[in-house]
């Protein structure tokens, strides 16, 4: 089973940067040839030249809750996101629910089996800066944790 785990985010807009932080934080720490690490500045169609030919898909990005919940930690399923599906978007900016069912109509030999996203409470994600809140910072260790979790590599977990 080949696994992808993708940090997507822009590291140049504060929080929002931190799926790229946790996946270069999980780059350091896994070495399995079954199990690649990246990150993307990407969204829409270019998510899916990324997991392609992968049976899993776990991704880390940032979510912005309207509730000030800076650091929340989601986890979510493909199928939580069906009611975000647009069926009218302009290819170029689709979003992710949108892209992933692009996908799976036009290339459903090529997607990913299982999707995992965690998604991060983020707050700063408009100024250019390369520095997360403090509350964003905090939170990297954990979704370290609970991506090698997720793996399988619960045992490898980070200490809080």
């Known amino acids: 089973m ?10 140049i807009l504060g929080d929002d940067g931190i799926g ?4 270069q934080e999980l780059a350091k720490r896994i070495n399995d040839e079954k199990i690649d690490v990246m990150d993307a500045d990407t969204s829409g169609l270019g998510l899916l030249e990324n997991i392609a030919g992968y049976d899993k898909v776990i991704i880390i990005d940032a979510i912005e809750t309207g509730s000030g ?3 929340g930690i989601y986890k979510l399923r493909l199928e939580d996101l069906v009611n975000t599906v647009d069926q009218t978007s302009w ?5 992710f629910a949108t892209a992933i069912e692009f996908g799976r109509r036009f290339a459903a030999n090529q997607m990913p089996k299982e999707m995992v996203i965690f998604a ?3 707050g700063q994600v408009t100024e250019f800066t390369e520095e997360m809140t403090a509350k964003a910072t905090e939170t990297v260790p954990e979704v370290i944790n609970l ?5 399988g590599w619960a045992h490898r977990a980070l200490l809080r």
Request: zero cysteines.
């Open 2 to 11: 080949k696994t992808l785990i993708l940090g997507i985010g822009n590291a």
């Open 20 to 23: 790229v932080h946790v996946a």
């Open 69 to 71: 919940d800076i650091g």
């Open 91 to 95: 290819p170029h900016g689709m979003n």
């Open 120 to 122: 991060i409470g983020v």
């Open 147 to 151: 991506v090698l979790e997720e793996i």
